[in-house]
């Protein structure tokens, strides 16, 4: 008999599966799907172990504080996956922008507001639409294989400001995918491990996933997926 169940790496699968597991009863701890509305509002038998996007969304409003304070710059652009967990995240740095006072009194202007599909394979026009805009920062939530391409055309077309992006994907991801660390020189994400993946830190994690699962590798992504729950 099932006690409890535990996974979930995608805010749309887990959101979708929601009224069977609700219906169950039986307790199920969320890996690491990160949409708010999975826990809110509160469910019985359902308990999130993962820093979901709503306090990720206040962190990267406050972090758009200091950028504005900063730098005198004000003009916004948010280009958002266009499932549950673009759509939440972007939603989140919303709301966030509501509970973090600026403190000087210079409000952020919000001159984009985009999306971006899962599998886009040019991304141009969200690139173009920023240019256009003259956006001084973006916030662009997209998973690893869409944030690529974007990064990719970003760099080719010269859009050289700030983009910063949730949990999905990290900026030592996607110069491999990308194959280029000049793409990700400003590219900036939450993350979510107290060291580096190479770090003595981290060795406790590393040591065992080598030895007993040595087809797979240690990055971000698999502790995340398939490697985090074996």
Excluded at 3 to 20: D, H, R, T, Y
Excluded at 37 to 57: E, L, M, Q, R, Y
Aim: aromatic residues 10%; glycine residues 10%.
């Amino acid at each position: 008999k099932v006690f409890m169940l535990q996974g979930g790496e995608c805010s749309a699968a887990v959101i979708a599966s929601m009224p069977i597991i609700k219906k169950s009863g039986i307790p199920f701890v969320v890996a690491g799907a990160a949409n708010h509305a999975i826990v809110s509002p509160p469910t019985k038998n359902v308990f999130h172990g993962w820093v979901d996007n709503s306090s990720g969304g206040v962190m990267h409003a406050k972090l758009l504080r200091s950028f504005i304070k900063e730098t005198g710059k004000t003009r916004v652009g948010v280009i958002a996956q266009t499932d549950e967990w673009g759509q939440g995240w972007a939603k989140s740095f919303m709301d966030g922008l509501e509970f973090v006072p600026l403190g000087n009194g210079t409000a952020p202007e919000m001159v984009v507001d985009g999306q971006i599909a899962p599998d886009v394979t040019d991304a141009t026009a969200q690139v173009q639409t920023l240019k256009n805009a003259k956006v001084d920062i973006a916030f662009v939530y997209a998973y690893p294989d869409p944030m690529s391409v974007f990064l990719r055309d970003a760099h080719q077309q010269g859009l050289d400001i700030p983009i910063i992006t949730g949990g999905g994907t990290y900026p030592e991801d996607q110069v491999d995918r990308i194959g280029s660390r000049e793409a990700v020189d400003n590219f900036f994400s939450s993350f979510c491990l107290s060291a580096p993946l190479t770090s003595p830190e981290l060795a406790q994690y590393r040591d065992p996933l080598k030895k007993y699962y040595p087809k797979e590798t240690f990055d971000l992504n698999s502790m995340l997926g398939a490697s985090g729950a074996d």
